[in-house]
DNA sequence: ACGGTTTAAGTAAACGTTTAAGCAAATAAA
DNA sequence: TTTATTTGCTTAAACGTTTACTTAAACCGT
């Protein structure tokens, strides 16, 4: 079998070898009709056997698109942004594009900065969940009118006219409320982190519908913000509020308060559910394994991620997707474990 | 305050503003002492004053080098990988290069296919954790004979020359299994998914060191090999593996077989610890609150993707790293929980 | 005043593709 | 037979940088 060079070989290289120009080479590669069956087969035949691959930076400055989109998200120790990335990339991997992760760590700054590279043509497209303390939004929208198109996914920017994919938020948490006040809660806390204002706002106001539905009078001083971080701390301060405000019942809005609220609770030797019945956003596998297995809201994290990247890709395709106009939910299923099983 | 124009602007813009040539630009902006002080700071000033961007396509294609590199893994929804990726992004961010991120899903034959795409000069350098049924290697000598440099986490493959980041798997499989027998157990079941040839025998050693320490003759229908999915077959295949051997313990050696594990004994109502003890490779935080809270093998996972971009990126920078000279192994450790707390 | 060095620029080629435009030969249409 | 069209290929410019080489002026020592 021939080795290739182990000088790189180009399009230079195999017009060379085959005695035509590079133009018959990209032709040929891209099959395009200028060029006869018989050559396209050789140029074909020979790039394999030198095991040609095109520059993709050539090709990406001469067309002026990279086949590259980015993935920005603020963290990526979470199941929800794995599963997701898993969904994008069923995508991306399908449609021979290339994927760069960028990862915010909730920090605007950050993410402007990240706005700002990219706005040098390196992707074609965003995917993104904006960071929690975003408030400021010009960074994107100066990057939509460069041109480069952006779909949102779970944590997206209202103010954007993009593709929005989003899952039911409101009801999701309308429905794991309703399921608390039915398992007899009367004094439900919803423990959520600083910032995100479209999904708070959704899951509060879920919360607070069914609050009302059920004749409970909100109070303020049930809605607790933690910081978004696992750690000490924030077991810390919730226990604090556990013990002043005493609820029997917690909604954790984000996966990683999971854990904080169990340990919370096992601090305060409160049992769950009998004390405190417990529902915890998060797609945790764990979650039917836990003392006690926990109900939770399962968000279509894949779904969510792979329908981000089939909109992105079919406007990229050209495909007559008007990506304002799409502004997708997805149904969170509830799933009910021991957490929140009546007591005796 | 100026507006940047909507027309992209390049250093022919820039150069026509400023009434110099486009090598002025490209030199003022490198710091060139090419460049007389006062011209550097007009070209600085009006690159920012017009949100200049250097096109990354057009310099790498010059400069033969790229700013990226690819981050090859299996998957991306295990807790050991995020993390490893969020260690290798805390190195990647502050060097100012970009990550591709590539899941070759355990397959060979994908991962063979990114490795072909990256020949041509896409990425500066690779940093991964091999598929668990890669055998042939020939993909990664080429590439690495192409001259792109690679830095192994995890999943290493010995027969490559080249940098090297793993974990005591030895010495945690042998201290897990220790522990185990310490707690009384007699028949312990390793528990392990196909293919991953040198994790698998590094922790397979340890185990059967530990047994041997303590006089107990190792079966090989004690060791179970899953396929690396969760799955339900996965959890009927463990059941009959348990319900045949009856084993007292279990070494679990991968994230998703702890919650695979725990199913299966609840199936078979088997109360761990008294009637089996469990033990699991993990990273996931919700062990400290699973029913019972599971012991688990604490992998450094952030340090080693760190350590892994340490290393590429020194490389990289030109320091006198000898890659195929590095062969590090970052401690695990054992943290001991009531999965495995001796009966009465 | 003269050769030599330093400073601060500019010129132009190169990186490896893609593609508009051109052209000769073959084929079809008249 | 002549004219148009198609086929199959080539030429050369372009994408936006980087950089080796050139140049012109200024400065410096003798």
Request: include cysteine.
């Given at each position: 079998?021939?080795?290739?060079?182990?000088?790189?070989?180009?399009?230079?290289?195999?017009?060379?070898?085959?005695?035509?120009?590079?133009?018959?080479?990209?032709?040929?590669?891209?099959?395009?009709?200028?060029?006869?069956?018989?050559?396209?087969?050789?140029?074909?035949?020979?790039?394999?056997?030198?095991?040609?691959?095109?520059?993709?930076?050539?090709?990406?400055?001469?067309?002026?698109?990279?086949?590259?989109?980015?993935?920005?998200?603020?963290?990526?120790?979470?199941?929800?942004?794995?599963?997701?990335?898993?969904?994008i990339?069923?995508?991306?991997?399908?449609?021979?594009?290339?994927?760069?992760?960028?990862?915010?760590?909730?920090?605007?700054?950050?993410?402007?900065?990240?706005?700002?590279?990219?706005?040098?043509?390196?992707?074609?497209?965003?995917i993104?969940?904006?960071?929690?303390?975003?408030?400021?939004?010009?960074?994107?929208?100066?990057?939509?009118?460069?041109?480069?198109?952006?779909v949102?996914f779970?944590?997206?920017?209202?103010?954007?006219?993009?593709?929005?994919i989003?899952?039911?938020?409101?009801?999701?948490?309308?429905?794991?409320?309703?399921?608390?006040?039915?398992?007899?809660?009367?004094?439900?806390?919803?423990?959520?982190?600083?910032?995100?204002?479209?999904?708070?706002?959704?899951?509060?106001?879920?919360?607070?519908?069914?609050?009302?539905?059920?004749?409970?009078?909100?109070?303020?001083?049930?809605?607790?913000?933690?910081?978004?971080?696992?750690?000490?701390?924030?077991?810390?301060?919730?226990?604090?509020?556990?013990?002043?405000?005493?609820?029997?019942?917690?909604?954790?809005?984000?996966?990683?308060?999971?854990?904080?609220?169990?340990?919370?609770?096992?601090?305060?030797?409160?049992?769950?559910?009998?004390?405190?019945?417990?529902?915890?956003?998060?797609?945790?596998?764990?979650?039917?394994?836990?003392?006690?297995?926990?109900?939770?809201?399962?968000?279509?994290?894949?779904?969510m991620g792979?329908k981000a990247a089939?909109l992105l890709?079919?406007?990229?395709?050209?495909?007559?997707?008007?990506?304002?106009?799409?502004?997708?939910?997805?149904?969170?299923?509830?799933?009910?474990?021991?957490?929140?099983?009546?007591?005796?």
């Amino acid at each position: 079998m021939a080795e290739a060079k182990s000088n790189k070989v180009n399009m230079k290289t195999l017009a060379k070898v085959l005695n035509v120009s590079i133009a018959t080479i990209s032709k040929a590669l891209r099959d395009s009709h200028d060029i006869g069956e018989e050559t396209k087969q050789r140029v074909i035949e020979t790039a394999k056997l030198l095991h040609y691959v095109p520059n993709p930076y050539a090709s990406s400055l001469r067309k002026r698109s990279s086949n590259t989109i980015a993935i920005i998200i603020p963290e990526i120790a979470d199941s929800f942004f794995s599963q997701a990335i898993n969904g994008i990339e069923s995508i991306v991997g399908q449609e021979k594009y290339h994927a760069l992760i960028y990862l915010t760590h909730d920090s605007y700054e950050r993410e402007a900065q990240m706005f700002a590279d990219l706005s040098s043509g390196r992707v074609d497209g965003v995917i993104m969940s904006v960071a929690s303390n975003t408030k400021e939004i010009r960074h994107i929208q100066e990057l939509q009118q460069a041109g480069v198109p952006i779909v949102f996914f779970d944590r997206v920017c209202e103010d954007i006219p993009t593709a929005k994919i989003k899952t039911d938020d409101f009801n999701s948490a309308y429905m794991a409320t309703k399921h608390l006040l039915e398992q007899g809660c009367k004094n439900i806390s919803l423990v959520t982190i600083e910032g995100y204002p479209s999904i708070l706002q959704a899951r509060e106001g879920g919360y607070k519908k069914a609050l009302t539905e059920h004749q409970v009078k909100h109070k303020e001083q049930n809605i607790i913000s933690c910081s978004n971080k696992y750690n000490q701390e924030n077991i810390a301060f919730l226990k604090e509020h556990i013990d002043k405000i005493k609820p029997d019942g917690i909604i954790a809005t984000v996966e990683h308060l999971a854990t904080t609220t169990y340990l919370a609770c096992e601090e305060l030797k409160l049992n769950i559910p009998n004390d405190i019945k417990v529902v915890c956003f998060t797609n945790q596998i764990t979650a039917a394994i836990l003392n006690p297995p926990l109900t939770t809201v399962l968000q279509p994290a894949y779904d969510m991620g792979r329908k981000a990247a089939e909109l992105l890709f079919g406007h990229l395709a050209g495909k007559p997707i008007q990506l304002e106009k799409e502004n997708i939910t997805l149904p969170s299923k509830l799933v009910v474990r021991d957490s929140t099983r009546a007591g005796d």
